[in-house]
Nanobody, 123 residues
Framework: VQLQASGGGLVQAGGSLRLSCTASKRTGSNNGMGWFRQAPGKEREFVAGVSWSGASTPYPDSVKGRFTISRDRAKNTVYLQMSSLKPEDTAVYYC?????????????????WGQGTLVTVSS
């Protein structure tokens, strides 16, 4: 399984970006997926998840109301719509495939990772 993340870039504070993550083959249809981020010198942080059904989409308080995750199983793709971006959102963003049908905030519950896409938010 390969996960290809894209959509990162440079954006001004208050702006929006949409990240995409496409799986290499029709897989993960029964698995949750998540987005994490890691800023320089900081630990990897969970930012959004979506269960296999799409019914559960957990977010941490730091992004709740600003980020929206969705998935299109027909396209094997998960999206992360990010709005009202802040400089503290600057990080490398990673998508990941969960070992289960749920999307946990615990990164150890994910066994496949994309290569990361850099998001830079300028003030």
């Amino acid at each position: 399984v390969q996960l290809q993340a894209s959509g990162g870039g440079l954006v001004q504070a208050g702006g929006s970006l949409r990240l995409s993550c496409t799986a290499s083959k029709r897989t993960g249809s029964n698995n949750g997926m998540g987005w994490f981020r890691q800023a320089p010198g900081k630990e990897r942080e969970f930012v959004a998840g979506v269960s296999w059904s799409g019914a559960s989409t957990p977010y941490p308080d730091s992004v709740k109301g600003r980020f929206t995750i969705s998935r299109d199983r027909a396209k094997n793709t998960v999206y992360l719509q990010m709005s009202s971006l802040k400089p503290e959102d600057t990080a490398v963003y990673y998508c990941a495939l969960s070992r289960t049908s749920y999307a946990s905030a615990d990164y150890s519950q994910y066994n496949y990772w994309g290569q990361g896409t850099l998001v830079t938010v300028s003030s």
